[in-house]
């Protein structure tokens, strides 16, 4: 039980950091279970990697709670309407995920191994490269003036990330990104799409695997949500700031190094 519950934090930490950067929470947690031959165990459940994430989310609802609510008295009524429209938009980009993630969720859990998650780190670790160096004109600079056309397009690059490995945020920023939004609009708005996402997916693997847990896993459970919150208040304060001053070359790198890593590890483990 001791031994779960420091797993739980570590994983935690893990979650927390990863969620909100673009270098994949999911990639690193299925690698980190690998590291830690987390296997069998209550924190190597899918129920517990995903439910960890709504500790994740719930960070996104603390830090931006009166942006993200409609009814905020502080608001005017312009504020408030323009608050229903961000989530008209994050509904309508969050569609095309919904309808993949329920027809291959089953199978694209055939991919959750580090052969998939080292290729796809490095493959978004190049096109971040990419798109940083063509990312010159900016269209989109804050969410206000977003299309909805533009949300549906974010969606669909929002699809890309059912593949283990590819990161949710880090499709959807690339994706703002290459079809004109600055880094921030592209942060900010793939933060507000993991709130019915997250929420989504976590509902689905309860509903699969069934909430019957054991005392014990409710208080490890618990304490990687708890982990996780906290973290993430401090990732995504981290990552807002820094896009303000910085592009994220240093995430397409960290991510072409990680999995080439993570390549010569698995491969020299398989010789020795």
Request: some cysteine.
């Amino acid at each position: 039980m001791f031994l779960e519950i420091l797993k739980s934090i570590f994983l935690g930490v893990v979650e927390g950091i990863t969620e909100w950067l673009p270098i994949s929470s999911t990639g690193h947690m299925i690698l980190v279970n690998e590291f830690i031959r987390n296997e069998g165990c209550f924190t190597a459940s899918d129920l517990y990697l995903y439910v960890i994430q709504l500790g994740a989310i719930l960070a996104v609802v603390t830090l931006y709670f009166r942006k993200l609510n409609p009814f905020a008295l502080s608001k005017t009524e312009e504020e408030r309407t323009d608050t229903w429209k961000m989530w008209f938009k994050v509904i309508v980009a969050c569609i095309p995920a919904a309808v993949a993630g329920l027809i291959l969720n089953d199978y694209m859990e055939h991919f959750e191994n580090w052969q998939v998650v080292s290729a796809t780190l490095i493959v978004y670790g190049v096109a971040f490269l990419i798109a940083e160096k063509h990312h010159k004109k900016t269209t989109v600079t804050d969410i206000n003036s977003m299309s909805y056309k533009t949300a549906v397009m974010i969606g669909l690059f929002q699809v890309l990330s059912i593949i283990p490995g590819t990161s949710r945020s880090g499709a959807t920023i690339l994706g703002a990104m290459l079809i004109g939004c600055s880094r921030s609009v592209a942060a900010e708005f793939s933060f507000f799409l993991a709130i019915p996402v997250m929420f989504g997916v976590s509902l689905l693997k309860i509903v699969k695997n069934g909430l019957t847990m054991s005392g014990g896993e409710v208080a490890v459970l618990l304490t990687g949500m708890a982990v996780a919150y906290a973290v993430s208040m401090a990732a995504i304060k981290f990552l807002m700031n820094y896009v303000r001053k910085h592009d994220f070359k240093a995430f397409g790198y960290y991510r072409i190094i990680l999995g080439i890593c993570v390549i010569a590890y698995f491969s020299l483990t398989a010789i020795f």
